[in-house]
Structures are given as structure tokens and as C-alpha cells.
């Protein structure tokens, strides 16, 4: 665990809120994984026995439908923390994890973070504090689905990466567009029409590129209310 590793999992919504000596003893006994893309780092169903934060690259979390069909339930970064609840519980995992680039994932043994809550009580509000974020993260994803058009997702998700406040901007997409797809509850042709859309607000997608021309534009796009387009017909 290096002094850097040490500050991105300290800083982390999980630990943010933690008296800063317990977060140092807890992390005397964490692991760092190094995980390959497309390798697993835990499966549906099985035993929940740690907690993860994102040190670098894309994990995504998934389930598996009776079908087969695979739906992702979200996607997170570096600084993003996952498997609480259900590690807290001793419950089994109900979605799995695969890294969706190079990753590198900080390993918390459950029973080492709840000897912590029992030590010092302020743990435990670090815990709901990431279990709200899971939560605000999942209304705002059944708020998009029901609200917005598809194309106003893709715009809204170019957004969240686009390094620029204003102006134009260049976003280098941080995964497949397959991937996309499933983050954003939409089919691969349904994201590329939502592309083709996006023309018309100076979005141009090159590879894993996409050109902006006008932030402020494409913001006011994604925050329009899809009704108003029948009043225009």
C-alpha cells in the first residue's frame, strides 16, 4: 500500500468521514489487486467477504438475468467503493465485478472494517454515507431512463467526463461502446443513433473520441424536457 493509495482510499466516500487513525489501522491490513481487463473480481452469488475501492481504471457491476441478458448496474472509478451492505451482512454478492480496463482495486476484509465500527461508531456513518451515494446514483439512473430521451443520456454522460466547464472540449471515452450502451439502459444501435443525433449539437465521436463543440450548447440540450419537442411539431 503506497502513501498514494493510502490518500485515494482515505479520500473516498467510504473512509472520507472516518476518524483518520482508525482509517490508518484498517488500511495496515488491506490488500492492493492489480486486476487484467475483462478479469473477474467477484461473481454473482458468491459470499460477500470484502469491500473494494477503485484505485485506477473502470470496474463495472452486472447481473445476469434468467435469460442471459446482461444488465449493468453501474460503472465506477477511481475513489468508488462498492460491496458494503451486502459484506457487512455476510450476505452474498448480488451482482458480479469485472474490471472493464487495467484496474487496480483496494481489498478491505468486512470483518476488519466492522471491528472499526465496533471500536469507534463514527465507522458506521461512513457507511451510510456510500450506501447514499449508491442510492442517490440508482434514482438519478431510474430518473434518466424515465425523463430523458436517449440522446439526452449520451449527452448528459459526455458531460460528466468532459474535462472543460465551457467552451469546446475533447472527451476520450474510458470504455467500449458496448459498455456505454448497457450503462446508459440503451442498445448498442440505440446509443449509435443517439450519436448520430448529437450531430446536430456539435458532438462528433471518432473512435473512442468525442468532439464538442460547445459545452454550454450540449448541456442546455441535455437538461431540455423531451414534451417540448411535440409542441414544435
Request: charged share 25%.
Amino acid at each position: 500500500m503506497t502513501p498514494e493509495l493510502r490518500t485515494i482510499a482515505a479520500g473516498s466516500i467510504l473512509l472520507s468521514g472516518a476518524p483518520a487513525e482508525s482509517v490508518d489501522l484498517l488500511l495496515t491490513s488491506a490488500r492492493v489487486r492489480e486486476v487484467d481487463r475483462g478479469e473477474t473480481i467477484f461473481l454473482q452469488g458468491e459470499r460477500a467477504g470484502a469491500i473494494y475501492i477503485v484505485a485506477e481504471g473502470w470496474v463495472k457491476l452486472f447481473r445476469i438475468a434468467p435469460n442471459g441478458t446482461e444488465a449493468v448496474v453501474g460503472v465506477f472509478t477511481k475513489g468508488r467503493s462498492f460491496g458494503e451492505a451486502v459484506a457487512f451482512r455476510n450476505d452474498v454478492y448480488p451482482v458480479s465485478a469485472e474490471a472493464v480496463t487495467t484496474t487496480k482495486v483496494i481489498r478491505i476484509d468486512a470483518e476488519a472494517y466492522l471491528r472499526q465500527i465496533r471500536d469507534n461508531p463514527e465507522f458506521a456513518v461512513s457507511v451510510l454515507s456510500a450506501t447514499f451515494v449508491h442510492l442517490q446514483s440508482l434514482v438519478g439512473q431510474v430518473e434518466a431512463l424515465k425523463a430523458q430521451s436517449g440522446a439526452q443520456r449520451v449527452a448528459e454522460f459526455l458531460l460528466e467526463l468532459a474535462p472543460c466547464p465551457n467552451g469546446a472540449c475533447e472527451v476520450v471515452l474510458p470504455y467500449d461502446k458496448v459498455l456505454i450502451a448497457g450503462r446508459l439502459g440503451m442498445k448498442p444501435e440505440s446509443l449509435s443513433r443517439a450519436f448520430v443525433k448529437l450531430r446536430e449539437f456539435g458532438v462528433t465521436i471518432r473512435q473512442n473520441h468525442a468532439s464538442i463543440a460547445d459545452i454550454e450548447e450540449l448541456r442546455e440540450f441535455a437538461i431540455e424536457d423531451p414534451a417540448q419537442s411535440w409542441s414544435k411539431m
